[in-house]
């Protein structure tokens, strides 16, 4: 098994594509050559990416009263949970939670709003001025995250100073159904297709543990590597009381490293973040989510959960041995 990884690790550092047959074998390796498995992807992130993590955090920008059904959202109106709830916020909240992100390390910063998508009107233009503003005053990457959009909206973000759009797939093509029944998986890539064509970054990924099959996994990343995202967000369900996935079993620890492991293997020079569900999923574990292949992660709270203390966060990384990047 170990020449089996070994020859893995050669064709991902030499950008030659894994199969799925190949995929499979991958993260259904036995628990017990896991450490052979990481030590693979942590030379091939290495080659790629350096000692350098990139942080990431977000804002929430507005609250809950989504009309999607998404089976593990606890924003969406479909299902009974106690979060706030609240229209867009102003762009000096906005400004003010990039000033704070900066301090304390971030690299990307989020702005993300709840709802389907948003095109010409108010919502829209007040995310461009906060975007402006950022632009002018918070030297930080600009991303955000604000469902499906047009062509038009997008423009309109870019042409305010939006370097990266993001934009989750959530989940395997033939598991869309069920997850989300109001929006189709093809206006999702579409928004994605759409953000690259007119040049901005895309970020895009999914969250693992929802029901999902180990054939689904790969078949997320396979689409992903068409869609040629540059960065690509690692989710782990957190199952939230209220919605339909409340009472779903963590993953297990080494699952999410072999999912890790995976993704770096088949997509050895992207950028592969993980975000939401890593305290919950990881617990102490979770600083082998970069000897797993993961260059960046998401800092200080999620959507409606709290994460930990960017303190720790910055620790974990200096005890890897690893760099925090750098804004330009």
Not at 10 to 22: G, P, Q, S, T, V
Not at 178 to 185: E, F, L, P, Q, V
């Amino acid at each position: 098994m170990l020449n089996f990884v070994r020859g893995l690790e050669e064709k991902a550092l030499k950008r030659k594509d894994i199969d799925f047959n190949e995929a499979y074998k991958l993260i259904t390796i036995d628990d017990s050559c896991i450490f052979d498995l990481i030590a693979s992807s942590n030379r091939i992130r290495e080659k790629f990416k350096g000692k350098s993590i990139s942080l990431c955090s977000i804002i929430n920008a507005k609250s809950g009263d989504c009309t999607e059904d998404c089976v593990f959202c606890s924003q969406s109106v479909h299902y009974k949970t106690d979060i706030p709830e609240y229209p867009l916020i102003s762009s000096d909240k906005i400004v003010e939670g990039a000033r704070l992100s900066l301090a304390q390390g971030s690299h990307k910063f989020g702005i993300v709003t709840s709802g389907k998508g948003m095109d010409n009107g108010d919502e829209l233009y007040g995310v461009c001025e906060s975007i402006r503003s950022l632009t002018s005053k918070i030297p930080i990457h600009r991303c955000a995250s604000l469902g499906i959009l047009s062509r038009d909206a997008l423009l309109q973000l870019k042409d305010a100073g939006l370097q990266e759009y993001h934009h989750n797939l959530e989940t395997a093509r033939s598991f869309f159904s069920n997850i989300c029944t109001t929006h189709t998986y093809d206006e999702d890539v579409e928004t994605i297709k759409t953000a690259k064509e007119i040049g901005l970054r895309t970020c895009c990924g999914g969250i693992f543990g929802m029901g999902e099959s180990i054939e689904q996994r790969i078949e997320l990343c396979f689409t992903l590597r068409e869609l040629d995202v540059d960065s690509i967000p690692l989710n782990f369900l957190h199952p939230i009381k209220g919605t339909k996935l409340e009472n779903t079993s963590s993953l297990k620890p080494f699952e999410i490293l072999k999912i890790i492991a995976l993704y770096r293997f088949m997509l050895p020079d992207k950028d592969i973040k993980i975000a939401g569900g890593r305290e919950y999923n990881l617990r102490d574990l979770q600083s082998l989510v970069f000897a797993a292949g993961a260059n960046s992660i998401m800092v200080g709270n999620y959507l409606t959960v709290k994460g930990r203390r960017y303190e720790e966060d910055l620790q974990m990384i200096k005890d890897m041995g690893l760099e925090i990047k750098q804004n330009a």
